[in-house]
């Protein structure tokens, strides 16, 4: 949802009435993202983890295309790559592999978002999700922000000033969130 909703924000094609039929049958809010599908979507995701994967693929592509294509007076190919990643994605294998891909590449423009609220989709993750992730990311040789308030702009603002400062490897901002934020029937 906040990929759609920051898509609404930034001027794409997706009228406030497709933000409402989120999750409904020919919406063009799928509840998975799908390319040329949804204005403004990049790349399709579905099991989750690959968005992360994607991430990765999309870093080292910046990578590559910028030693290709640019001159010491004339950078053509210089971004960052964001990815956001919840509870259910880390505990995938998949984003075993691709984080500690990132971190032996040190893909430091790749700038992860952690959405730490505690929840999957098979509901609260304490008692089965026990890892220390900060730890894990940091064994891949990753820079880890630790749990800053993910609902406090100049926190992520800072936070994000911080990574991209941070030149030879990938970082991880961890947000502690609660579900549901600011609504008053939904938060938990």
């Not at 994607?54 to 010491?72: D, S």
């Not at 210089?78 to 505990?91: N, P, Q, R, S």
């Not at 961890?174 to 939904?186: A, D, E, H, L």
């Amino acid at each position: 949802m906040l990929l759609y909703s920051l898509l609404h924000l930034t001027g794409y094609d997706l009228p406030l009435e497709e933000l409402k039929n989120f999750r409904q049958l020919h919406s063009k809010t799928p509840g998975h993202p799908e390319i040329g599908y949804t204005p403004g979507v990049e790349t399709t995701t579905g099991p989750l983890g690959q968005g992360l994967a994607n991430a990765v693929g999309l870093a080292i592509a910046e990578r590559t295309l910028a030693a290709q294509f640019n001159q010491p007076d004339h950078e053509i190919v210089d971004h960052f790559t964001y990815v956001f990643m919840g509870d259910g994605c880390l505990m995938e294998g998949i984003s075993h592999e691709v984080c500690s891909l990132a971190g032996t590449l040190g893909l430091g423009k790749l700038i992860g978002f952690y959405d730490h609220n505690g929840i999957s989709i098979d509901g609260e993750t304490e008692g089965w999700f026990t890892d220390d992730t900060a730890k894990r990311f940091e064994a891949y040789h990753w820079h880890v922000i630790h749990e800053i308030d993910g609902h406090d702009p100049q926190a992520v603002k800072e936070a994000i000033l911080e990574a991209q400062s941070v030149k030879d490897k990938p970082s991880l901002i961890i947000c502690r969130t609660v579900i549901g934020f600011g609504s008053p029937n939904k938060s938990r």
